[in-house]
């Protein structure tokens, strides 16, 4: 079923195209409210898991644009009332070109295109509209920070209630202090721009995190009760799956309330996005830890620094780490199988640096190899509060299978170093430009609420930021991607092998690939 309706934003001026609006399962139902609140009771037409794909329907080109829209309040209270931006009125706006994002304005997500390839999809352009759809002193804001730190949580916080204070007059937020579970079993924290004046300078997050906790019907419950409007929720891929729970619980319940998703994440394995808020700090921090390894084991004969850097599913820490230093050897990844033994494998390549240089440098994503450590260490599959799996400890694994190696099987005197900065890396406050990027990221989320769009994350895509679907965003996780170019620059930049060695028959005879940093070799049936 096709439902064809104008966009909320027909009252403003431009013309405006009709979209298409192709809900996934469009449910046309109306609902009976607990009156916690004076909600009104409408009819409603429901996409819950809602993803609205709207296609702009344009007779005289389908070009195969499309337009993957978020929520809007309206689209479920469409008698909601809207009211001129108060930023018409602002000092900081009044000379700005264009002050407003008009509805036309979206973001492609894939920017390099053929010549006939067709559009493809775009999310709607960040920023501030024309009308709200809150009243400034109606506005019951709160702020929730969930899952592992990240550098610039305390930033993004400050500049959500600053920009909540200065651009639209809102002075009522709260803090709920500790994750999801703080929403219904600890008291609130009243936030102003004056208690959150300073946090920005430091680590950690100022309302506390958790894992675990998420009670979807007591959390929306305690929103009810509280009568809060605004959501605004900082997290990783759980809390993100966690907040479109809650969006599509308040849109059951027909609340005018947004919910806001910012996405945070150290391991950068948030999708659509270009790349998450504390990333580019915590990998300036990594180099700090690079940098001591290198500086250690060229100081000695036969040194081997081994770095264990965050990253659960995905090695960007590790990847980006090691193509800022240059004094890494070899970075092993999640995405990445490796292999110790034998010819092409990690022994062997270890061998060969100390031979050529006398050190080596690895690399070592949290995440790498977990089948391997699991063999040899027979662990249990433990899982977090969140329902992640607990990693195996791959550094002292490694570590202790290369001392084995060398010292028992090659009879070779190596001195080994590990460093183990996991947590420092996250534990910083973030540096000049996470601090613009977590500002940005803040006042789009504002902008996006007071404008009633609602289920959505905010997020930098091809660097315009954009408003995306929650739903999207905890589709698919962001990885390596092996096949893409910015791992075959690493391989190409340490030269490590990249353990895709493997017996091929060639012509009916039987050969042996070899493939370091990213060029073929090939060998005999021995592997020579
Ligand atoms: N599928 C899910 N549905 C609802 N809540 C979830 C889901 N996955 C995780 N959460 C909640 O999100 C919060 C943070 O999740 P977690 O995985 O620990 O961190 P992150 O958001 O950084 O990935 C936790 O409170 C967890 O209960
Ligand atoms: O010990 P904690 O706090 O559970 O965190 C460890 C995990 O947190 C991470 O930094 C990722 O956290 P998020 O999923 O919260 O973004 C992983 O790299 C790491 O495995
Ligand atoms: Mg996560």
């Not at 900081?92 to 008009?102: D, E, L, M, P, R």
């Not at 980006?320 to 092409?344: H, M, Q």
């Not at 791992?487 to 493997?502: D, E, G, K, M, V």
Request: net charge neutral; aromatic share 8%; proline share 5%.
């Amino acid at each position: 079923m096709d439902l064809s309706i104008s966009s909320p934003f027909s009252k403003s001026s431009p013309p405006i195209p009709t979209f298409l609006f192709k809900p996934r399962s469009p449910v046309l139902h109306s609902l009976n409210f607990k009156s916690r609140n004076s909600y009104p009771k409408t009819p409603l037409i429901s996409c819950l898991n809602l993803r609205i794909r709207a296609q702009v329907l344009d007779q005289t080109a389908d070009d195969g644009f499309v337009l993957d829209d978020v929520p809007h309040l309206t689209n479920f209270l469409p008698d909601l009332h809207s009211y001129p931006n108060p930023l018409q009125n602002s000092q900081a706006y009044a000379i700005v070109k264009q002050t407003f994002v008009g509805p036309e304005d979206v973001v492609a997500q894939k920017i390099v295109v053929q010549k006939d390839s067709s559009r493809g999809v775009h999310f709607r352009r960040a920023g501030p509209r024309e009308k709200v759809y809150f009243k400034s002193e109606e506005v019951r804001a709160c702020i929730v920070t969930c899952g592992g730190l990240c550098p610039g949580i305390n930033t993004v916080i400050r500049e959500i209630v600053c920009g909540l204070n200065y651009m639209y007059g809102v002075d009522d937020i709260l803090g709920i202090q500790g994750g999801y579970r703080g929403f219904y079993s600890k008291n609130t924290l009243k936030l102003t721009p004056k208690v959150v004046n300073d946090i920005h300078k430091r680590g950690g997050t100022f309302l506390l995190t958790s894992r675990g906790g998420h009670d979807t019907q007591k959390i929306v419950d305690n929103i009810q009760d509280r009568g809060i409007n605004q959501v605004y929720i900082i997290g990783g891929d759980g809390t993100q799956r966690g907040a479109a729970r809650i969006y599509e619980e308040v849109e059951k319940r027909g609340l005018q309330v947004a919910v806001a998703g910012i996405p945070k994440t150290i391991d950068n394995d948030i999708a659509v996005i270009d790349k998450s808020f504390g990333f580019d700090t915590a990998v300036e921090e990594a180099q700090r830890a690079v940098n001591a390894a290198h500086v250690e084991v060229e100081s000695v004969e036969n040194g081997i620094g081994i770095v264990k850097l965050m990253g659960r599913y995905s090695g960007f820490i590790g990847m980006f780490a090691t193509l800022a230093s240059r004094d890494v050897d070899c970075c092993l990844i999640p995405e990445s199988p490796f292999y110790l033994e034998g010819k092409g494998g990690l022994f062997e390549f270890i061998e060969e640096r100390l031979k050529e240089n006398g050190h080596i440098v690895i690399v070592v994503a949290e995440g790498a190899g977990q089948e391997y450590v699991a063999q040899s260490m027979h662990g249990i599959d433990e899982k977090d509060a969140s329902g992640n799996r607990l990693l195996l400890d791959v550094g002292l694994w490694l570590t202790q299978n290369i001392k084995d190696h060398f010292t028992k099987e090659r009879k070779m005197a190596i001195n080994m170093k590990y460093i183990d900065p996991t947590y420092m890396i996250r534990a910083i406050p973030s540096n000049a430009s996470d601090n613009i990027y977590c500002t940005l990221l803040a006042q789009s989320a504002v902008h996006g609420a007071m404008a009633g769009y609602t289920g959505f994350t905010v997020g930098p895509v091809n660097s315009r930021h954009a408003y995306i679907p929650i739903s999207h965003v905890t589709e698919t996780q962001n990885t390596v991607k092996l096949t893409d170019r910015m791992w075959a620059r690493l391989l190409a930049s340490t030269n490590q092998p990249s353990f895709l060695n493997c017996a091929e028959s060639i012509g009916g005879k039987d050969v042996y690939l070899e493939v370091r940093g990213g060029l073929f070799s090939v060998l005999d049936t021995e592997g020579k």
